[in-house]
């Protein structure tokens, strides 16, 4: 499986801008800034798309590695914070709460590790992860 994205540029780094369009068309020329990515400018900007990927791709492997466990999750909800310092990005921080009937705290903290280890986006990571997961009733 392949999948692809474009992104054009036009201008200067401060005072240009771009557009991204993937092959699905989710986004679609969806629009991207210096002051999108530094300051709190309208569109996207790469980490946020990181982050849209990492907080997806953890959570489908976690519902299959739940399913796999006999496990049927009625909600898993994750977000990921991606950290841009000094022009590198850092850490992909994943925040999940999960709501899992007949599962212990022990074995759904251990799932989730899994998940975070062995999602294929993570694996594409060399920066730091974490995941803080919490389990409700």
């Known amino acids: 499986m ?17 557009h991204i369009t993937t092959q699905s068309t989710t986004l679609n020329k969806t629009q991207y800034s210096f002051n ?37 999750p009625e909600e898993l909800r ?17 925040k999940l709460t999960a709501k ?5 705290n022990h074995e759904f903290q251990k799932i989730a590790q899994g998940a975070k280890e062995n999602c294929p986006v993570s694996g594409a990571f060399s920066f730091e992860l974490t995941l803080e997961a919490e389990l409700i009733s």
């Open 2 to 18: 392949k999948r692809k994205a474009e992104a054009v540029w036009n201008g200067t780094i401060k005072e240009g801008s771009g």
């Open 100 to 104: 899992i009937p007949g599962i212990s």
């Open 36 to 72: 999108s990515r530094f300051a709190e400018g309208v569109g996207t900007n790469p980490e946020e798309l990181l982050a849209a990927a990492h907080a997806g791709c953890f959570t489908m492997k976690l519902s299959a590695d739940l399913t796999e466990a006999g496990y049927n």
């Open 78 to 94: 994750t977000s990921s914070s991606i950290t841009l310092d000094n022009g590198k990005i850092t850490l992909s921080a994943l």
